[in-house]
T-cell receptor
Framework: DAGITQSPRHKVTETGTPVTLRCHQT?????MYWYRQDPGHGLRLIHY???????DKGEVSDGYSVSRSKTEDFLLTLESATSSQTSVYFC????????????FGSGTQLSVL | AQKITQTQPGMFVQEKEAVTLDCTYD???????LFWYKQPSSGEMIFLIY??????QNATEGRYSLNFQKARKSANLVISASQLGDSAMYFC??????????????FGKGTKLTVNP
């Protein structure tokens, strides 16, 4: 299995507080992605990175920021969490060629109260 | 903008029968990849099968096959001889290049498959 770790696995926080989720990989893959999964919506791309300090927005990027200061770590930050950001967050990694599958982390269950 | 559509929110199949899960896509990029993932109730995302836009043959992986109809922009997943363990959410996804050259994977909303004994 691909070496990809998400932390924390579960988090409960209050509206208005900042939250940072971490994705760590040991595969040296170029691409890293953050998705959120909500019932009826499938997986929606938040942000992704195609190299150190190279990031781009996905379809639901409002309210989220990311950083990638080294190959192995990709951070997702909710600057001021809202209840609508309660979700399961998945990190995924991949080598960046069209025919290569992505490997997914185990997910982070975030509840914003 | 690319788009993946899965029109079946839920499907039921009897054990040992075959089932087809539908997926249509929309892209203007001639080079793209199509993937199917399985998500059991435990939550992990499991890769099942891949089809490239230039592949001439339909992809197969064990009991999984992909019915790729390029002109119709469809990439349906066929599961043969269904097993109880096939009960899960199934996601179709498409990977293509942005104008800037980076790649991203876009998912459909998923189909929940239930296999009945």
């Amino acid at each position: 299995d691909a070496g990809i770790t998400q932390s924390p696995r579960h988090k409960v926080t209050e509206t208005g507080t900042p939250v940072t989720l971490r994705c760590h990989q040991t595969e040296n893959h170029r691409y890293m992605y953050w998705y959120r999964q909500d019932p009826g919506h499938g997986l929606r791309l938040i942000h992704y990175s195609y190299g150190v300090k190279d990031t781009d927005k996905g379809e639901v990027s409002d309210g989220y920021s990311v950083s990638r200061s080294k190959t192995e770590d990709f951070l997702l930050t909710l600057e001021s969490a809202t209840s609508s950001q309660t979700s399961v967050y998945f990190c995924a990694i991949g080598p960046g060629t069209t025919n290569e599958k992505l490997f997914f982390g185990s997910g982070t269950q975030l509840s914003v109260l | 903008a690319q788009k993946i559509t899965q029109t079946q929110p839920g499907m039921f199949v009897q054990e040992k029968e075959a089932v087809t899960l539908d997926c249509t896509y929309d892209t203007s990029d001639p080079s793209y990849g199509l993937f199917w993932y399985k998500q059991p109730s435990s939550g992990e995302m499991i890769f099942l099968i891949y089809q490239g836009s230039y592949d001439q043959q339909n992809a197969t992986e064990g009991r999984y096959s992909l019915n790729f109809q390029k002109a119709r922009k469809s990439a349906n997943l066929v599961i043969s001889a269904s097993q109880l363990g096939d009960s899960a959410m199934y996601f179709c996804a498409m990977r293509d290049r942005t104008q800037g050259g980076s790649e991203k994977l876009v998912f459909g909303k998923g189909t929940k498959l239930t296999v009945n004994p």
